[in-house]
């Protein structure tokens, strides 16, 4: 069982609004990402992480921004939250090895996203 | 362009019965292939690793192939449980970066029936 936690399950929100999605990891892992996952399409990275001060964009363009100030911890923020924002957003760590991408991703739950 | 694609895009399969999902992959420099199973309504969780110079692996009733060669992995399950209802996705790394870059296939979703 991963240790990994996001919140909240599911959020429903009006246009416009400022949002932040929580994720939080007891594993002491260096990285952590952000997807987006869409029904029937494949996980798009668009936020990770190599350890603490340190986030990267990841290859899918996005109006959200992160923050590493903790190990434990990587939240994601939308300041102006818009329809086209509805999506599933699955937060993942890793342990940090000598590179390559061999490491096995641990993902949360995910959250929800509606923007009505 | 480096590609992961999954077929069957969907599957339904009676309980007890086996079943066999594909992977094709165009990613290069290969480094490893994985299969995770996604729950509904949950994060992926890693079933297996397959390496460049790995033909087969077993995870309980899930076993793993890989053909470098033509670019196809198989996770074939056997004796289907109900519990096997879930998305299986193919992930593919190439070496071309510290990172790792990761490529992801869209799932085949399984539904095992009664």
């Known amino acids: 069982e991963a240790d990994i936690y996001q919140t909240p399950r599911y959020l429903v929100i009006g246009t416009g609004k400022k949002i932040t999605l929580e994720c939080s990891q007891t594993m002491g892992h260096d990285k952590m990402y952000w997807y987006q996952q869409d029904p029937g399409m494949e996980l798009h990275l668009i936020h990770y992480?190599?350890?603490?001060?340190?986030?990267e964009k990841g290859d899918l363009s996005s109006e959200s921004t992160v923050s590493r100030i903790r190990t434990e911890h990587f939240p994601l923020t939308l300041e102006s939250a818009r329809p086209s924002h509805t999506s599933q957003y699955l937060c993942?760590?890793?342990?940090?090895?000598?590179?390559?991408?061999?490491?096995?991703?641990?993902f949360g739950s995910g959250t929800q996203l509606s923007v009505l | 362009k480096n590609q992961v694609e999954q077929s069957p895009q969907s599957l339904i399969i009676l309980e007890g019965k086996n079943c066999t999902l594909q992977?094709?992959?165009?990613?290069?420099?290969?480094?490893?292939l994985r299969w995770y199973k996604q729950d509904t309504g949950r994060g992926p969780v890693s079933l297996t690793i397959?390496?460049?110079?790995?033909n087969t692996k077993s995870n309980g009733r899930y076993t793993a192939t890989l053909d470098a060669d033509t670019k196809q992995s198989s996770l074939h399950i056997t004796a289907s449980q109900l519990s096997d209802s879930a998305s299986y996705i193919c992930?593919?790394?190439?070496?071309?970066?510290?990172?790792?870059?990761?490529?992801f296939g869209r799932g085949t979703q399984l539904t095992v029936w009664p």
């Open positions: 992977c094709n992959y165009t990613v290069s420099p290969f480094s490893n």
């Open positions: 993942a760590s890793s342990e940090s090895t000598r590179g390559g991408g061999d490491e096995k991703l641990f």
């Open positions: 397959m390496t460049f110079s790995e």
């Open positions: 992930v593919v790394s190439d070496r071309g970066s510290t990172l790792g870059r990761l490529y």
């Open positions: 992480s190599y350890g603490v001060n340190s986030t």
